[in-house]
């Protein structure tokens, strides 16, 4: 069984663009879990949808948001990038609503400049 | 605020020996995971905790739940290189669907 994947692996981007990181959960799964993990520092929730809907989100700005398409598949958009946007954006997946054993991707290093 | 804190935040330990990581919180978690990260990866889901004063083994790590479930300890026998990593504990407060991760303990096991 495949497990909870993320493309790109690294994106590089400019100070002010636009970036948009992909995930495709396990199969089965509904629930699609957002994280960024700056270096050498914790997780730090970002979103969470289940079902196509954004059931809880953290305490980041709305030039962060993201959405959960019919296929449980997700995206996350961050718009006018700042230089401490860099770090690893982790996706993961949960069978459904009320389970909270997740299952992580690989991550998908954005670097601003 | 960090609602789950982890004790010790590094800890450098030679092969073969014992360790203790502890994951602690004054609020009510209806369960508890506990997750190993290594550089550059995902974290890796090694066991759910439920029940208070539950005991789960996994091969050398043992993890309990404390008794009011506001509490978890991972204990590593005999370590290994392979061991090595970011050990974080994770769970939402009963009542909430806020799912936290605690602030991490980096474990090294030197050869």
């Known amino acids: 069984e495949a497990g909870v994947t993320q493309s790109p692996t690294h994106l590089i981007k400019t100070r002010g663009q636009q970036a948009t990181l992909r995930c495709s959960p396990i199969s089965g799964h509904t629930s699609v879990y957002w994280y960024q993990q700056a270096l050498g520092l914790g997780l730090q929730f970002l979103l969470w949808?289940?079902?196509?809907?954004?059931?809880n989100r953290g305490n980041f700005p709305p030039r962060f948001s993201g959405r959960q398409f019919p296929n449980y598949s997700s995206e996350l958009n961050v718009n006018a990038l700042e230089l401490e946007d860099s770090a690893l954006y982790l996706c993961?997946?949960?069978?459904?609503?009320?389970?909270?054993?997740?299952?992580f991707g690989p991550g998908t290093r954005l670097t601003v400049t | 605020t960090q609602l789950l804190e982890q004790s010790p935040q590094f800890l450098s330990i030679q092969e073969g020996e014992n360790l203790t990581v502890y994951c602690n919180s004054s609020s009510v978690f209806s369960s508890l995971q506990w997750y190993r990260q290594e550089p550059g990866e995902g974290p890796v889901l090694l066991v759910t905790?439920?029940?208070?004063?539950e005991v789960k083994k996994l091969k050398r790590l043992t993890f309990q739940f404390g008794d009011a479930r506001k509490d978890s300890s991972l204990h590593i026998t005999a370590a290994q290189t392979g061991d090595t990593g970011l050990y974080l504990c994770a769970g939402a407060r009963t009542g909430t669907y806020k799912y936290i991760f605690g602030t991490g303990t980096r474990l090294k096991v030197l050869a």
């Open positions: 993961a997946s949960s069978v459904d609503f009320g389970s909270y054993e997740q299952y």
């Open positions: 905790v439920v029940t208070g004063g």
């Open positions: 949808y289940d079902e196509g809907e954004e059931r």
